[in-house]
T-cell receptor, first 115, second 115 residues
Framework: GDSVTQMEGPVTLSEEAFLTINCTYT??????LFWYVQYPGEGLQLLLK?????DKGSNKGFEATYRKETTSFHLEKGSVQVSDSAVYFC??????????????FGKGTHLIIQP | EAGVVQSPRYKIIEKKQPVAFWCNPI?????LYWYRQNLGQGPELLIR????????DSQLPKDRFSAERLKGVDSTLKIQPAELGDSAVYLC?????????????FGSGTRLTVV
């Protein structure tokens, strides 16, 4: 079956540090890839996505590139802020029939940014 | 545009009692999903609807869980009777038919505590 593996947290960084959160996947078909973010006390928000190989998704200074050859979708940011503290989920979706299949999530990575 | 609306936000019940969660998706989104998120884990798909039809309920514990989406708009997820292990956050999400390409929008969730 489909699965997503993320680096385990918590990940603690100082403000303005470089961030990488690793994500690899296995999928039965050709997936779309997503990063969702969950801020404390809030729901899941779509951060960025990529729907085909070599696509780069980007938003709010975060970016991730769909690497089919390494089945990876690592999340990066050049300079993190305290406000980036949250839980980050990598997820995939595989198209089935004519519809939109559900998401398969990783376990999440808790990111803590210290001032 | 209103997002995905869920209610109640929190629910505390005693074991063996019934409970129901309600979800109103984004207008025009044909596909609706229910997920369960256990503490410290990523969400797991319970059921997926295309309009009023449940097209994937393979992960729904059918002995105690039921769901409906009458008229293909809002949806209700029910647990009867609830068990201690059902304590989790229940998330509803919706997508256009092409959610595979455009992403999925989540509600804020219902946090269920079974005591």
């Amino acid at each position: 079956g489909d699965s997503v593996t993320q680096m385990e947290g918590p990940v603690t960084l100082s403000e303005e540090a470089f961030l990488t959160i690793n994500c690899t996947y296995t999928a039965t078909g050709y997936p779309s890839l997503f990063w969702y973010v969950q801020y404390p006390g809030e729901g899941l928000q779509l951060l960025l996505k990529a729907t085909k190989a070599d696509d780069k998704g980007s938003n709010k200074g975060f970016e991730a590139t769909y690497r089919k050859e390494t089945t990876s979708f690592h999340l990066e940011k050049g300079s993190v802020q305290v406000s980036d503290s949250a839980v980050y989920f990598c997820a995939l979706s595989v198209k089935t029939g004519g519809g939109a299949d559900g998401l398969t999530f990783g376990k999440g990575t808790h990111l803590i940014i210290q001032p | 545009e209103a997002g995905v609306v869920q209610s109640p936000r929190y629910k505390i019940i005693e074991k063996k009692q019934p409970v129901a969660f309600w979800c109103n998706p984004i207008s025009g989104h044909n596909t609706l999903y229910w997920y369960r998120q256990n503490l410290g884990q990523g969400p797991e798909l319970l059921i997926r609807y295309e309009n009023e039809e449940a097209v994937d309920d393979s992960q729904l514990p059918k002995d105690r869980f039921s769901a409906e989406r009458l008229k293909g708009v809002d949806s209700t997820l029910k647990i009867q009777p609830a068990e201690l292990g059902d304590s989790a956050v229940y998330l509803c999400a919706s997508s256009p038919r092409t959610g595979f390409n455009y992403g999925y929008t989540f509600g804020s969730g219902t946090r269920l505590t079974v005591v």
